[in-house]
């Protein structure tokens, strides 16, 4: 661990192939449920969606299979150099933080959230994209139920449909890059904690059952897989859910376009005067489901050794 010079950039490059494979997939599985949990969290005053399955049977209804994958181009292009950053940023902070060839538990905390603070360069555009996209159509049920004729959902809302170009541009033009980076300080609020209890929940979790000499878990040593897997699917569940409310605020800052009679979020003592506290746990149980199966995912594809693979084959 500590002489790895010609080490890092061969194992640097298997994580960010087993990464980058793992976030296609996931995207692949779960975009569906991230797209609900942004429509629920951002719905204030009328109901149109009752819950998660609600929300997609109206979404398809509405907008066809395709519309619960609004938004999903840019997960898909750009989840390989976010993990890219972040991977490379942890490593480097692990580095300095370790003392002859030892990490301790506050130095791995620390890296994380070393790692989670450069990651935000890149997540912050991309949840600012994405948000609008999967946004565009939430009102789209109330629309078709309310205009006259036949299903004018299938044909209207096509022209008016945002791309993440046009988004980018716009925003670009309008407000600068600080347009494409509102929320910033939201999202890391909300993943900076998330790591804080992500990465010591899983290490623990994935040590359970193997002690050290000393009596403390034994975190270097190799867990099984099955044990990874549910350590990863646990500790990114209750890490996400226990995050929500700073979700909630993040993703109502960053919505541009809202909803008539919706207010423009003003602050957090305002959400709780108007909805109570429970709105703080808008789509909580969404992204529950999108971050476990996402980890789980991860901890597959890396058992797998498919960075190892590709490698192989390429000599
Ligand atoms: C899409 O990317 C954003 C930003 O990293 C992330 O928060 C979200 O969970 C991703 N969604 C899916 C379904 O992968």
Not at 115 to 142: F, H, N, S, W, Y
Not at 207 to 213: E, I, K
């Amino acid at each position: 661990n500590t002489h790895r010079d010609p080490i890092i950039d061969i194992s640097l490059c298997i994580s960010l192939i087993n990464g980058g494979v793992a976030g296609l997939v996931g995207v692949t599985c779960v975009f569906p449920i991230d797209l609900a949990k942004t429509r629920l969290q951002n719905q204030q005053g009328v109901q149109v969606y009752k819950g998660m399955f609600d929300c997609l049977a109206k979404t398809v209804r509405a907008e066809g299979y395709f519309g619960c994958y609004r938004g999903a181009a840019v997960n898909l292009t750009l989840v390989t150099p976010e993990k890219a950053i972040k991977l490379a940023a942890n490593d480097v902070f692990r580095q300095k933080l370790s003392k002859d060839g030892h990490l301790p538990l506050w130095g791995e905390v620390l890296a994380g959230c070393g790692a989670g603070t450069c990651q935000v360069v890149v997540t912050t555009p991309m949840e600012m994209l994405k948000i609008q996209l999967q946004d565009a159509g939430r009102l789209a049920p109330t629309q078709a139920a309310a205009a006259p004729g036949p299903a004018p959902s299938l044909v209207a809302p096509a022209a008016r449909r945002p791309s993440a170009t046009g988004i980018t541009a716009d925003l670009l033009k309008t407000r600068g890059l600080a347009g494409l980076y509102r929320g910033a300080g939201a999202t890391l609020m909300r993943d900076v904690p998330f790591s804080m209890i992500y990465f010591p929940l899983f290490a623990n979790l994935n040590a359970l059952g193997r002690q050290s000499a000393g009596g403390q878990a034994d975190v270097q040593a190799q867990a099984p897989f099955w044990q990874s897997f549910v350590a990863g699917c646990s500790a990114g569940s209750v890490a996400a859910v226990a995050v929500t409310p700073l979700d909630v605020i993040k993703t109502r800052l960053q919505t541009l376009q809202k909803g008539e009679g919706e207010d423009s979020y003003r602050g957090i003592v305002d959400c709780t005067k108007r909805e109570g506290p429970s709105a703080f746990l808008k789509g909580a149980a969404c992204r529950a489901l999108v971050i476990a199966p996402l980890f789980g995912i991860a901890q597959g594809v890396y058992f797998l050794g498919f960075g190892e693979a590709v490698l192989g084959l390429l000599g």
